[in-house]
């Protein structure tokens, strides 16, 4: 696996982490909002990397 792409994977993971500490902030939640952020990142990441295998394997 090349650099550029575990680049991308990070800054996508920590994207959607950030986005939810910040929803989880703004709703007085904010260990929620990190929970959340935090699967909802490693969901992301997943759905990416099975797209590109079925992508690939077509």
């Given amino acids: 696996m ?7 994977r990070f ?3 920590i994207a959607a982490l950030i986005t ?14 990190i929970f959340n952020g935090f699967l ?3 969901g992301f990441i ?7 295998r079925v992508k690939k394997t077509n």
Avoid: A, P
């Fill in 11 to 13: 800054f996508q993971f």
């Fill in 46 to 52: 997943t759905g990416m990397e099975l797209i590109r």
């Fill in 20 to 33: 939810g500490t910040l929803l989880g902030y703004l709703s007085h939640d904010l260990m929620n909002g």
């Fill in 2 to 8: 090349n650099k550029s792409l575990m680049k991308e």
């Fill in 40 to 42: 909802i990142g490693i």
